[in-house]
């Protein structure tokens, strides 16, 4: 699979899917729906807690991926953003960590393999989402107490091994490490993949992506765009980039900056635009897709998806946009 994923890299660039909680938002679920049979008697209130919905609502996650792959996504990431024993813990749900992975890595990847013995011109990927968890190793949540730090890097380690094995166990063709706004957590998460790919003799592909969270081009923890790919560079990679907290006009310097200095593949997934007063986003599929084309005029980016506010609708503009177009050229 790895073969067929550089094959497909090297012949066109790649189209990511867009958001899951958009979609899923569109369901309406009740908090009876989130629990489903098996959480009926749950102790906590767990309704938005979205990648639970692998275990309850496996149908609709299987729905959302097929609509992607309808769109013309080539890759879509497992409903797996928070499943880490330190985000699941917000719910008291640690337990059901390899579950939750397992369960959304084999749904995609049963879709995805349906697409393609349907195409095999055109091969499916699934990516193994990893988010960056509610806590920071680099910060002190609390102001009056700069030193203290709400989890270790030994603490993460762990709990993005135990993600990192369920994922590969459920079938995943690569991992994306995504919406880093803290580089440590990213470097606990990168030790634990190699940990992993060393047990197991792995050559499992990484995607690494970071979100530039203001006007000043920095990370939460203060990097710039380009200290941002030297602090992740001694791990090989498939491809680095960004995703959320900005729309796409917005991320193209940060794509720029990256794409001048590196060999990997460029990785982008902006949301539709920033967010309205009401948390919304407005940017229709057009909108988006007039931006992004600017990447693709500029030669920056490999793959290209949606982050925020994104749909099918969205991502089918995208795919319309890159067909036929030749790659930026990367290091495979």
Do not use: W
């Not at 992607?68 to 499943?83: C, P, Q, R």
């Not at 393999?113 to 990516?127: C, D, G, M």
């Amino acid at each position: 699979m790895k073969s067929q994923l550089t094959r497909a890299l090297q012949e066109r660039i790649l189209v990511l899917d867009g958001a899951m909680g958009t979609m899923l938002q569109a369901y309406n679920f009740s908090e009876e729906d989130f629990r489903g049979e098996r959480f009926k008697d749950f102790q906590l209130s767990v309704k938005g807690n979205n990648d639970m919905l692998s275990l309850t609502q496996p149908a609709a996650i299987a729905e959302v991926h097929r609509k992607y792959f309808e769109a013309g996504a080539d890759i879509v990431e497992t409903n797996t953003f928070s499943s880490t024993t330190i985000a699941m813990a917000d719910y008291e749900m640690e337990a059901y960590v390899y579950d939750l992975n397992y369960a959304s890595a084999k749904i995609a990847k049963e879709v995805a393999q349906s697409f393609t013995e349907k195409e095999p011109h055109k091969p499916r990927f699934v990516a193994g989402s990893i988010g960056p968890t509610n806590k920071t190793a680099s910060m002190s949540p609390d102001v009056n107490d700069p030193g203290f730090r709400a989890v270790s890097f030994e603490e993460l380690r762990v709990a993005y091994k135990q993600q990192v094995e369920a994922l590969l166990d459920g079938g995943v063709d690569m991992l994306l490490v995504e919406t880093v706004f803290d580089t440590l957590n990213a470097k606990a998460c990168l030790f634990a993949i190699e940990e992993v790919k060393e047990e197991r003799n792995s050559g499992i592909p990484i995607m690494v992506s970071g979100t530039i969270t203001d006007a000043s081009g920095r990370t939460l923890s203060g990097q710039t765009a380009v200290a941002f790919l030297i602090s992740i560079s001694h791990i090989p990679l498939l491809s680095v980039g960004f995703n959320c907290a900005l729309g796409a006009s917005q991320l193209q310097p940060h794509l720029e900056a990256i794409a001048n200095v590196t060999n990997y593949g460029i990785s982008a997934h902006p949301n539709a635009g920033l967010p309205n007063a009401f948390g919304e986003y407005d940017e229709t599929p057009e909108q988006m897709a007039t931006q992004i084309k600017k990447y693709i005029d500029k030669n920056l980016v490999n793959i290209v998806g949606g982050c925020c506010g994104t749909t099918p609708a969205h991502i089918k503009a995208i795919a319309q946009l890159v067909e036929n177009v030749t790659p930026r050229k990367c290091k495979l």
